[in-house]
């Protein structure tokens, strides 16, 4: 309206040749709802990071033992990188004579989540061999591959913790989280 009450829908101070913008009630509700989904979900788009949190790749060395804490063709079993789920259980194995020489070296340690259906495995000392209650696989303590059992037919590696020795302690320095339970295709270094 005008200042007279004429409805022309032109104002008088364009002159009279402006047109009224014309939108839909329907579109209007439209943009005012698209806005207020936009606004109720901005709070949550920086607070992403927190609610999934960055896993680690690289960790600080533990100390899991000294060397007189694991007898010759001994194991211990260990908590690395984490101590909040089984997965993360491990086992240091001290090889005995002929298998350290195998192996080059007389310490080695392994995630102990089978490569098969994720049971978790122990070293066998009485037969020299890694095995898994579950379904019977067979693992070689020398590098950790499958020779026997479900796992042999997967053909991956137990995953390998890395370790550092410094005198007498054993340290853990790192595992790879993406090999736990699915083994790897690479052995040990």
């Known amino acids: 309206m005008d200042c007279c009450g004429n409805g022309s829908g032109l104002s008088e101070f364009d002159g009279g040749t402006a047109k009224r913008a014309k939108i839909s009630r329907r579109d209007f509700l439209k943009i005012m709802g698209g806005v207020s989904a936009l606004l109720a979900v901005a709070p949550f ?14 960790f600080k060395p533990v100390l899991i033992a000294k060397k007189e804490d694991v007898p010759v063709n001994g194991s211990i079993v260990f908590w690395f990188p984490f101590t909040t789920d089984p997965t993360y259980t491990n086992i240091l194995i001290h090889l005995p004579p002929d298998l350290a020489k195998q192996a080059g070296k007389e310490f080695v340690a392994y995630n102990r989540t089978c490569i098969h259906l994720q049971c978790l495995v122990s070293f066998l000392s009485g037969s020299g061999i890694i095995g898994c209650p579950c379904h019977g696989s067979i693992y070689r ?49």
Do not use: C, H
């Open 141 to 189: 303590p020398t590098d950790g591959w499958p020779i026997g059992g479900p796992a042999a037919e997967i053909g991956r590696y137990l995953p390998n913790v890395q370790l550092k020795i410094d005198g007498d302690d054993i340290y853990a320095v790192n595992v790879n989280l993406d090999d736990i339970g699915y083994g790897n295709t690479t052995g040990p270094e």
């Open 45 to 58: 788009a920086a607070g992403g990071q927190y609610l999934i949190p960055q896993i680690p790749t690289t």
